[in-house]
């Protein structure tokens, strides 16, 4: 009896065990791996996934939370280096994706397919490292050579005033930010959605607006083009487009027609986009006057 009992606690323990799967989604990942260590046995990336759905659905039949993590063979290779880890055994690798849950893109598995689970992961991975980067350029302008402010900070203040400003004036419904920046290595892009309740108070994801007002510090710290561009959706009403470009430290109001031109084309390939139907191009609110300009240091120029 009393050992019935003890399997019984620890089928209940087991449940209480919050466990993480690093997981490698792209076919390139997993070669890589294979390739470098002679422990990682698996031999075909489809049937790896195929088994790591298994897995998550035994896992979950069980009543136990699992988390999955983005698995990335550089950043493990780096952490290997930096804990005098040997990356070639199966414990080190357990330890690398046991940390992946509190400082890379993970999500709850909720018993969703696996082909939904990974579009979304792979997507809060692209947004992480844009946001990484995106605040590595900002921390690398440094201080104006003549006043010694902090060009980053200050134009990230900027950016989250002139983003308030955006949302204070934009009508009610459901809306959709997209800002991008060019001039450096490559494209920045960042999305925000908001929603409003019933009361009318606005409610965002955080982390989105985060990234959202870092990528548009970018484009004022670093001087480079840039634009923003919302969409209101309520119901009974025709969509709202409009848009902002860059213009130093402000945004100057897009023309109906220029906001036309940026919404139906491609960012990447500039291919025409066909305009959608019931969608009004116009021109943005006026932001008002209490957005005061955050002082440009003199001499800052790049």
């Not at 955080?206 to 007002?213: G, K, N, V």
């Amino acid at each position: 009896m009393a050992h019935t009992d003890h399997r019984t606690m620890r089928r209940v323990l087991r449940r209480e065990i919050a466990g993480t799967i690093g997981l490698l989604t792209d076919e390139h990942d997993f070669r890589t791996m294979r390739r470098r260590y002679r422990s990682f046995t698996f031999d075909d990336h489809t049937l790896y996934l195929q088994q790591i759905e298994a897995l998550l659905r035994t896992r979950a039949s069980q009543g136990s939370h699992t988390t999955v993590a983005l698995f990335d063979p550089e950043d493990y290779a780096e952490f290997c280096r930096e804990t005098g880890l040997d990356p070639d055994i199966p414990s080190s690798r357990a330890r690398f994706t046991a940390e992946l849950a509190t400082r890379g893109p993970a999500l709850p598995y909720d018993g969703q397919p696996l082909t939904d689970l990974l579009p979304t992961l792979i997507d809060a991975g692209v947004r992480q490292a844009t946001w990484e980067y995106a605040s590595t350029l900002l921390a690398r302008i440094g201080a104006c050579a003549s006043c010694g402010e902090d060009i980053g900070r200050a134009a990230f203040e900027r950016a989250s005033t002139l983003l308030v400003r955006i949302l204070d004036t934009a009508p009610p419904g459901s809306r959709h930010l997209v800002c991008s920046v060019t001039g450096t290595p490559e494209t920045l892009l960042a999305a925000l959605h908001t929603d409003d309740d019933n009361g009318g108070a606005t409610h965002l994801d955080e982390a989105e607006a985060l990234e959202l007002a870092t990528v548009l510090a970018v484009g004022i710290g670093t001087r480079s083009p840039g634009g923003l561009v919302i969409r209101v959706s309520a119901p009974g009403t025709t969509d709202r487009v409009y848009g902002w470009r860059l213009a130093g430290d402000d945004l100057k109001p897009l023309t109906a027609a220029e906001v036309f031109d940026a919404y139906c084309t491609d960012i990447e390939s500039g291919d025409l986009i066909s305009p959608e139907s019931d969608v009004d191009y116009t021109t943005p609110p006026d932001l008002g006057d209490d957005t005061p300009d955050t002082p440009t240091p003199p001499g800052h120029r790049h």
